[in-house]
C-alpha cells in the first residue's frame, strides 16, 4: 500500500475502533470498516488518481463522508470526522483503572473466522495498540455452527497464520486459542490432540442453558476436569439488556470449587449484555479461592476496550490482581495454562 492510501485506511479504522467502544449502530462502523478494505485493496496508484479526479464516490462501500475522512488522511491531515470522535472519546468508566493497568493482554476474542466482524490482523493490532503484551484468539469450536465454528482443519490452518503473525509482530504475542462449546456430556467440541496444543482454551456453554442444575453441575465440573480447560467462559450465560436471558442453574459452590482445585480461572466477562458473573457469583468465587481472567468477549477491534467494565466489577468484588491471570507475563501465563 502506498503512504497516502496506508493513511487512509489508518484514519478509517481509528474511526471504526471508537465507534464500536462505544457501541454506536453496527452500519455506522461498517461504513467506515469497509471503505478501509476497499482502499487497502486499491492498485498503486488508484487512490491518489481517484483524488486528483475527484471520483473516490464511485467505489463500492465509499459515501461522501468517508471519501472527505479518505481525503484529509491521503493529504496527512487528522479527518475533521476523527478529530471531534477523539474529543468526545473520553473515559468508558470511571473505576477499574488500578487493575486494568496490571492487565497485560486478553484471552477472549473473535475474528471473522467465525463470528467476529474484522479480520484477525486487524484484531491483534487493535489489541496491540492498547498496550497489551499478548492477545488470545479464541474463534469458536464446530458445533456452535450459528457462529461459524471452526473445524479441526480450519482451526489447523489458523494456527499457521498466527505463527506467521507472531514472527511479524514480535514481541508482541498472539496466543492460539478457542472459545470451545462445553457439549451436554462436559466434553469439549474440538479433537484433544489439537486442544493440546493450543495456548489458551477458554470453554463455555453455548447450549441447553436451561438444563436442570444437577445436568448443568455435572456438565459444567466434568469440562473444568478436563485437563485442557484453563477458561470457564461467562458461567451463567445470562443477558442483561434488551429482553435478556436468566443465569443458568448450577451449585455455584461444586462448580467453583472445581475450578479451584482443576487450575480453570473464573472468566469476568467485559462485554456491557453479559457482565457475567453477577457480582453475587464474583464475590462468592474470590472467596472460595479462585483465578479469574478478565476478557472482553470482543467480537470487534473497538470492543477489545470494553476491559475496563470487566475490571471495574473485579475491583467492585475485591478480586486482588495476583489472583487475575491476565496481570502475568506471557511467559508466566503460559506456564500456569500448561501446569
Ligand atoms: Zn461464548
Ligand atoms: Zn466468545
Not at 475485591?318 to 506471557?330: D, G, H
Request: glycine share 8%; hydrophobic share 40%.
Amino acid at each position: 500500500m502506498d503512504v497516502e492510501a496506508q493513511r487512509a485506511v489508518d484514519a478509517l479504522n481509528r474511526i471504526g475502533f471508537l465507534l464500536e467502544r462505544t457501541r454506536e449502530p453496527t452500519y455506522r462502523v461498517r461504513a467506515f470498516r469497509n471503505a478501509a478494505t476497499t482502499i487497502a485493496g486499491l492498485p498503486p496508484g488508484e487512490l491518489r488518481r481517484r483524488l486528483d479526479e475527484v471520483s473516490l464516490e464511485e467505489l463500492p462501500g465509499v459515501g461522501k463522508v468517508t471519501a472527505t475522512v479518505i481525503a484529509e488522511a491521503a493529504a496527512g491531515a487528522v479527518p475533521a470526522y476523527l478529530e471531534k470522535l477523539r474529543e468526545t472519546a473520553g473515559e468508558l468508566a470511571s473505576g477499574g483503572r488500578a487493575l486494568r493497568e496490571l492487565l497485560r493482554g486478553d484471552l477472549h476474542m473473535h475474528s471473522d473466522w467465525s463470528d467476529g466482524g474484522s479480520s484477525i490482523e486487524d484484531m491483534v493490532l487493535a489489541a496491540r495498540e492498547l498496550g497489551h503484551d499478548y492477545v488470545a484468539l479464541t474463534d469458536h469450536s464446530p458445533r456452535l455452527t450459528v457462529a461459524r465454528g471452526l473445524s479441526p482443519e480450519r482451526l489447523r490452518e489458523q494456527l499457521r497464520i498466527v505463527a506467521d503473525l507472531n514472527e511479524r509482530l514480535a514481541p508482541f504475542r498472539v496466543l492460539t486459542g478457542i472459545e470451545v462449546d462445553i457439549n451436554e456430556d462436559g466434553s469439549l467440541d474440538q479433537e484433544p490432540e489439537l486442544l493440546a496444543q493450543l495456548d489458551v482454551v477458554v470453554a463455555s456453554v453455548h447450549s441447553k442453558l436451561r438444563a436442570p442444575r444437577e445436568d448443568m453441575t455435572r456438565r459444567m465440573v466434568t469440562a473444568i476436569a478436563n485437563p485442557h480447560m484453563d477458561v470457564l467462559g461467562h458461567c451463567t450465560g445470562r443477558i442483561v439488556v434488551g429482553r435478556g436471558r436468566p443465569e443458568s442453574e448450577f451449585d455455584h459452590e461444586v462448580v467453583f470449587e472445581a475450578c479451584r482445585q482443576f487450575g480453570v480461572a473464573v472468566e469476568v466477562n467485559s462485554r456491557p449484555e453479559r457482565l457475567d458473573p453477577p457480582r453475587r457469583l464474583l464475590s462468592l468465587a474470590r472467596e472460595m479461592g479462585c483465578m479469574f481472567s478478565v476478557d472482553t468477549d470482543a467480537h470487534a477491534p473497538g470492543q477489545l476496550d470494553w476491559q475496563i467494565y470487566g475490571c471495574v466489577r473485579a475491583e467492585e468484588c475485591e478480586v486482588p490482581p495476583e489472583r487475575v491471570i491476565n496481570t502475568k507475563s506471557a511467559d508466566d501465563l503460559l506456564a500456569w495454562t500448561r501446569s
